[in-house]
Each structure stands twice: as structure tokens, then as C-alpha cells.
């Protein structure tokens, strides 16, 4: 099966659950086959749960679903090593992290040690119980959600942590004709208790080989990282993107023109990727935030700031 009808009918399948947000879909797929994780900011109610078992049920991955409260600890994740009596020997418990795609559920709601966990098993790759190194499952992706607006016993991730992530987006509310739709849709149940799955593991794993084919010109590398940049020098910008920033944006954007039947990079590419690569890893400066100015206006004058490649 070829990449194209592959990503088609992963499409085709979660939007039989997630209505109208294709901009979403096609993002969390982008993050899937980057090998990247991704961070939803958005209010409660919009989908990000069912988008997350969409996915996993579309490619037939093994699925947790992690709440997470300000007593959880970090072996609630990982797990821990049971002591065996007949053995005479400990033995690892693996915790809820070792699946093919974990949902983190509102993850700035937990203490920062245990965000750490979450975070190392995602940088890594691999989880330390007692000093012993487990590799997570392949593929392991990790949607994490937070709730933007609410944050009253909330411990937000500091710029450190938030770099982990490859990509940051929110989903949005839909539009009256989306709604309608939605509730149409679940008058006897809910889509996704009807939804099969139209690849598998392995064919994900596929995709993650052919993302690393697509070619990206020399001239586009510069373009990406002149972008990165510039954000260090933007006079509302108190901390600008790292150099992971651009790895990044080069990774989303060889994933998103994948996901466009290209094999290929075009600048359009990388200017669609910049914000959600991008928007979490710049701080703005405290005058430039009572002022208004959002993270989207300061990268749209990044990107007019740089000339386009030709």
C-alpha cells in the first residue's frame, strides 16, 4: 500500500469520529510519523480524547489513557519492581506508559517531578524502574493535553519541558453546521464504538522510514533555520526557539508534505509548520503580553521578516 491511500484512509477514518477538524487530524498524524509527541492546548469538551482513541484504534495500537491529579507519582507512569517471594527475586510492574500511544489528560495538573517522568520516557525512549532500563513500545507517541484558561491547582510546564513537545495546537470550536453534525452523529451512540481499524502498526512504521526520504533542498534548511533565527532577535520575543526548534520544523515540515503526497519540501511547507512548531518554544516579553500582542502575530512578522526561497 502506498503512502498516499495509507494516510487517505487514516483521514477517512478518524473523521468518521472528529467532525470537521481536518487541520487537527492531519497534525497529529504529521507528529505520529516525525516520531515527535504532540501538546493540545485547548478548553474541555472539543474532541481531544476521542481524536487520541481514534487514532489508536484507526492503526490498531495498544492505548492508555493517563489522568493525571496532583497526587499522582512518577511509578504511577513507569511502574515499579515487585518483590516475587517464590523467586526470591524483583520484578518489574510496567506502568500504564508502555503502549503504542498515551493520552497524558490535562498533564499540567500533576507536580513537576512527575511531568518530568513522562517527559524522559518521551525524550529517551526508554523507562528506568530501579535503575533498569525498559524501551517503550515502537511506535510510542504521546498526546498530552492542557487546559489553557483554568488554572487554579495547575503546574504549568516550564519552557524546558514544553520543547519536548514537536508539535503545540489547539482544535477549536466547530462551526454551527459541524455541531449540528456532531450531535446528529451520536442521537443512538458514539462513532468511535463503531470505528475499525484501516492499517496497522506496521505500516506506520513504514511511513516513519519514508518521512526521512522526503527531500528537503539546502535552500529550505537555510529558509527553516534563518526563521529560528529571527525569532531571537524580535524585539517582543524575551527567549527565542532553540536549535531544536529547527530540527522541529524541518521534521513537521517533511511530515506534513508526506502527508500531501510530496516528496518534497515547499517554503509553504515550512510556513504552515512554523506556529505549531514554534509557538511554544518563544516567550514573549512582559510588555509585549499587556499589550496584547499574541504568539501568532510575532511569528507571522518572523516569517514576512525572511525571504522566501525561490
Same mark, same amino acid.
Given at each position: 500500500m502506498e503512502s498516499k491511500e495509507i494516510i487517505s484512509k487514516l483521514i477517512a477514518n478518524i473523521e468518521k469520529v472528529i467532525v470537521g477538524k481536518r487541520q487537527a487530524v492531519e497534525l497529529c498524524l504529521a507528529t505520529l510519523i516525525s516520531r515527535g509527541h504532540i501538546l493540545i492546548e485547548d478548553v474541555p469538551g472539543l474532541g481531544k480524547t476521542m481524536l487520541a482513541r481514534a487514532i489508536a484504534l484507526s492503526i490498531n495500537a495498544d492505548f492508555k489513557r493517563l489522568q493525571f491529579t496532583p497526587d499522582i507519582l512518577p511509578s504511577d507512569i513507569t511502574g515499579v519492581s515487585?518483590? =516475587? %517471594?517464590?523467586?526470591?527475586? @524483583?520484578?518489574? &510492574?510496567? *506502568?500504564?506508559? @508502555?503502549? =503504542?500511544?498515551? $493520552?497524558?489528560?490535562?498533564?499540567? &495538573?500533576? /507536580?513537576?517531578? /512527575?511531568?518530568? *517522568? $513522562? $517527559?524522559? !520516557?518521551?525524550?529517551? *525512549?526508554?523507562?528506568t524502574i530501579d535503575g533498569v532500563s525498559y524501551p517503550v513500545p515502537d511506535p510510542f507517541f504521546v498526546i498530552a493535553t492542557e487546559n489553557p484558561i483554568? @488554572? %487554579?491547582? /495547575?503546574?504549568?510546564?516550564?519552557?524546558?519541558?514544553?520543547?519536548? @513537545?514537536?508539535? !503545540?495546537?489547539?482544535? *477549536?470550536?466547530?462551526?454551527?453546521?459541524?455541531?449540528?453534525?456532531?450531535?446528529? &452523529? %451520536?442521537?443512538? =451512540?458514539?462513532?468511535?464504538?463503531?470505528?475499525?481499524?484501516?492499517v496497522d502498526l506496521g505500516q506506520i512504521k513504514l511511513l516513519q522510514e519514508k518521512v526521512t526520504t522526503v527531500h528537503i533542498s539546502p535552500e529550505i534548511m537555510s529558509f527553516i533555520t534563518t526563521i529560528v533565527r529571527a525569532t531571537r532577535l524580535h524585539p517582543d520575543i524575551l527567549l527565542g526557539a532553540s536549535p531544536r526548534g529547527s530540527l522541529a520544523l524541518m521534521q513537521a515540515s517533511r511530515a506534513i508534505a508526506l502527508i500531501n503526497d510530496r516528496d518534497f519540501v515547499i517554503p509553504d511547507d515550512v510556513k504552515r509548520m512554523a506556529f505549531f512548531t514554534l509557538g511554544h518554544r518563544i516567550v514573549l516579553k512582559t510588555e509585549a503580553q499587556v499589550e496584547g500582542i499574541t504568539k501568532q502575530k510575532v511569528i507571522t512578522e518572523v516569517l514576512r521578516s525572511v525571504a522566501v526561497p525561490l
Amino acid at each position: 500500500m502506498e503512502s498516499k491511500e495509507i494516510i487517505s484512509k487514516l483521514i477517512a477514518n478518524i473523521e468518521k469520529v472528529i467532525v470537521g477538524k481536518r487541520q487537527a487530524v492531519e497534525l497529529c498524524l504529521a507528529t505520529l510519523i516525525s516520531r515527535g509527541h504532540i501538546l493540545i492546548e485547548d478548553v474541555p469538551g472539543l474532541g481531544k480524547t476521542m481524536l487520541a482513541r481514534a487514532i489508536a484504534l484507526s492503526i490498531n495500537a495498544d492505548f492508555k489513557r493517563l489522568q493525571f491529579t496532583p497526587d499522582i507519582l512518577p511509578s504511577d507512569i513507569t511502574g515499579v519492581s515487585i518483590y =516475587n %517471594q517464590k523467586t526470591q527475586e @524483583f520484578e518489574p &510492574r510496567p *506502568g500504564p506508559i @508502555f503502549a =503504542n500511544i498515551v $493520552l497524558a489528560d490535562e498533564i499540567n &495538573r500533576t /507536580t513537576p517531578r /512527575t511531568q518530568s *517522568g $513522562l $517527559l524522559e !520516557c518521551m525524550q529517551e *525512549g526508554k523507562v528506568t524502574i530501579d535503575g533498569v532500563s525498559y524501551p517503550v513500545p515502537d511506535p510510542f507517541f504521546v498526546i498530552a493535553t492542557e487546559n489553557p484558561i483554568e @488554572f %487554579q491547582g /495547575t503546574y504549568p510546564l516550564p519552557e524546558a519541558q514544553m520543547d519536548r @513537545f514537536l508539535l !503545540c495546537i489547539s482544535i *477549536g470550536y466547530p462551526s454551527a453546521e459541524e455541531e449540528n453534525l456532531i450531535v446528529e &452523529r %451520536q442521537v443512538k =451512540n458514539h462513532p468511535i464504538e463503531n470505528i475499525k481499524s484501516v492499517v496497522d502498526l506496521g505500516q506506520i512504521k513504514l511511513l516513519q522510514e519514508k518521512v526521512t526520504t522526503v527531500h528537503i533542498s539546502p535552500e529550505i534548511m537555510s529558509f527553516i533555520t534563518t526563521i529560528v533565527r529571527a525569532t531571537r532577535l524580535h524585539p517582543d520575543i524575551l527567549l527565542g526557539a532553540s536549535p531544536r526548534g529547527s530540527l522541529a520544523l524541518m521534521q513537521a515540515s517533511r511530515a506534513i508534505a508526506l502527508i500531501n503526497d510530496r516528496d518534497f519540501v515547499i517554503p509553504d511547507d515550512v510556513k504552515r509548520m512554523a506556529f505549531f512548531t514554534l509557538g511554544h518554544r518563544i516567550v514573549l516579553k512582559t510588555e509585549a503580553q499587556v499589550e496584547g500582542i499574541t504568539k501568532q502575530k510575532v511569528i507571522t512578522e518572523v516569517l514576512r521578516s525572511v525571504a522566501v526561497p525561490l
